[in-house]
């Protein structure tokens, strides 16, 4: 070496890390070490199966009708939670691009009860007529306010589907 440089540490490194940094050799030990547990981590890598739905939703107006709900188990990396709870389709269109590009395939969670103000959820709009067939989907952000009665009952006041769009 042509310049050496002695440093002086105010928090010793700890040994492990001293012999990983000075042994050449411990470096190759410890990266085979590495790619090891990295190619046992990848074969048991938990995954869930969750439906892929054939029907596209609108990050635009309600998307036309789509009668054909068929769908095919996909494979997802672990999810929090039972994966009946969740099911995935793609999104067409620009009015959520801010956060969903155009022809992204999404999951989503079914809803179970809560608060969904602020929430990004897929709504399905049934013709009144014929409920079987006739349906269309939308994404959007839900947002909503509430009134209260004296006696503490709450019910929805207005509740709205917003764009997050760039444009």
Sequence with gaps: PVVK????LITPVENAI???ITQEETHHNNASEVE?????????KIVS??????????????????????FTMVEVEKIG???????ACKVLGDSMN??????????????????RNGKIVLVELFDKQDQDFNS????????????????????????????????
Excluded at 5 to 8: A, K, P, S
Excluded at 50 to 69: C, H, R, V, W
Excluded at 99 to 111: A, D, E, L, T, W
Aim: with cysteine; charged share 20%; glycine share 6%.
């Design 5 to 8: 440089v002695v440093l002086e």
């Design 18 to 20: 001293f012999d990983y």
């Design 36 to 44: 090891t547990q990295a190619s046992q981590k990848k074969e048991t």
């Design 49 to 70: 199966l969750i439906p892929l739905y054939d029907f596209y939703a609108a990050a635009g107006t309600f998307s036309e009708m789509q009668s054909n709900k068929e």
């Design 81 to 87: 939670g039972n994966p009946d709870e969740y099911f």
């Design 98 to 115: 801010r956060v969903i590009p155009n022809g992204s395939v999404c999951m989503f969670k079914k809803y179970t009860g809560g608060s």
């Design 136 to 167: 269309s989907f939308t994404v959007k952000t839900y947002t909503s306010s509430k009134t209260t009665d004296s006696a503490g009952n709450w019910q929805h006041e207005t509740i709205s589907l917003m764009p997050n769009s760039l444009d």
